[in-house]
Every structure is written in C-alpha cells, then in structure tokens.
C-alpha cells in the first residue's frame, strides 16, 4: 500500500467554481502534513500546512481527519491560475521522513 | 536570496557516462535533500544531508553518490548513468516556518540517459 494516495485527476473545473481534492495516508503515526503546489516543468512550492483544527488561507482550506486518515484541500471561487498539479505530503517526524503523493491535477476552464 | 539553486537545468547523457548534479542553497540551513520525481510516481528521496558533514540514504539511494561540500552545497554524482535514471532531480533544503520544518525545492535537472 502506498504511503500517499491521492486521486491523479484531471480536475476541469470552470472558472469561479468550487473543487475538493482528498488524500489518504497509511501510517497513522504520521506528524505533520501539508499540500505543495507544482505548476508543469517546476518545482513543487508549498502552498499551505495542515493542522488539526483546519486552517484557511484565502480561497483555500485545508482539513486534517486523523481517524480517517485523509486530508482535503478545498478550493473556492476558482481561478485559472490555480491551475496546476496539488501534491499531498505527510511526515512521519524528522524533515527526511516527508512522503509524496503522486498529485492530482487541476485544469481551470475559462 | 535565490534560494535553492540547481545546475545543470537539462542534461542528456549515454548509458555508462558520469556526471555530477549541482545544488546551493543560501537560506542558511543545515538539512539539504536530493529527490527525483517519475511520472506516476511521486518524489522519492535519494539521499540527504541533516547537516553538513553527514549524509545519509533515502528511499532510492542505489547506484548515486553525494557530498554535502559546505554548509551551502549538496551535490549528486551518478557514476555510470542507466536508462533508468531518467528522471527530474530536485534538491531541496528545510527550516523552520511557523513551528513546522518546510522544504525549498530548487528548480530541478531534467535527465535523459540513453
């Protein structure tokens, strides 16, 4: 079982819309998690940490459900910028201990 | 600040042909990290270097080498490059961003061996 599934995608969503995207983790000792960002042919970039009690940060927010052991991150009002591909990663503890998910990638449709 | 930086940008080598991959850092940490993403697949760690004068192995750390030159350099040196190398290599290096250790990916070394 991979550590990180997410679902690859695509996602074309029009502009302005509303989009989920979830990720389930297989070691539910796992510490911290976050979602990176990749636009094509770059580097991922961390887009925003996820803590226990949810957190938000503009149009986006992210939820963290250790029973379950999933992750979401929710888009709002949707633009085309925020075309890209979102990468799940989760830590087991120590920043040499992060796991990736493959990515699921969103198209933003005008 | 430029970050983290990766040299070369593309390379493209034969089967059996060695070259070393690049990567600074001027944000001032001690944790530097190679990693190579493959379609499908999402990014593996090679090898990394919790500070300078150590390194450890990743997940894939077969058939590459490194060296953590100085506080600022990490390179990746691939002895006899195989098809299976292909791939894009990024380097990363970590700190502390409110109360959580983040990795900074450079731009990344897209490799084709043939």
């Known amino acids: 079982r991979k550590e990180v599934e997410q679902d690859p995608g695509p996602f074309n969503v029009p502009e302005g819309a509303t989009v989920a995207f979830n990720c389930t983790y297989s070691n539910s000792a796992s510490q911290s998690f976050f979602w990176y960002r990749q636009d094509c042919r770059k580097e991922p970039k961390l887009l925003m940490s996820v803590y226990s009690s949810g957190n938000e940060d503009g149009r986006f927010t992210a939820q963290l459900n250790r029973a379950s052991q999933y992750i979401s991150l929710l888009i709002r009002d949707s633009k085309l910028s925020d075309s890209a591909t979102y990468l799940c990663?989760?830590?087991?503890?120590?920043?040499?201990?992060?796991?990736f998910g493959t990515g699921t990638r969103l198209t933003v449709i005008p | 600040n430029a970050g983290v930086t990766q040299t070369p940008k593309f390379q493209v080598l034969k089967t059996g042909q060695s070259m070393t991959l690049q990567c600074a850092q001027d944000?001032?940490?001690?944790?530097m990290y190679w990693y190579r993403q493959d379609p499908g697949m999402g990014l593996r760690l090679i090898y990394y270097s919790a500070s300078e004068g150590t390194t450890d192995k990743g997940e894939v750390p077969n058939g590459y080498n490194v060296s953590r030159l100085n506080k600022r350099e990490f390179s990746l040196r691939l002895e006899s490059a195989a098809p299976s190398q292909t791939s894009v290599y990024f380097c990363a290096s970590s700190g502390w961003t409110v109360g959580q250790e983040t990795q900074y990916f450079g731009p990344g070394t897209r490799l084709l061996v043939l």
């Open positions: 944000m001032n940490h001690n944790s």
């Open positions: 990663v989760v830590n087991h503890g120590g920043a040499n201990n992060l796991f």
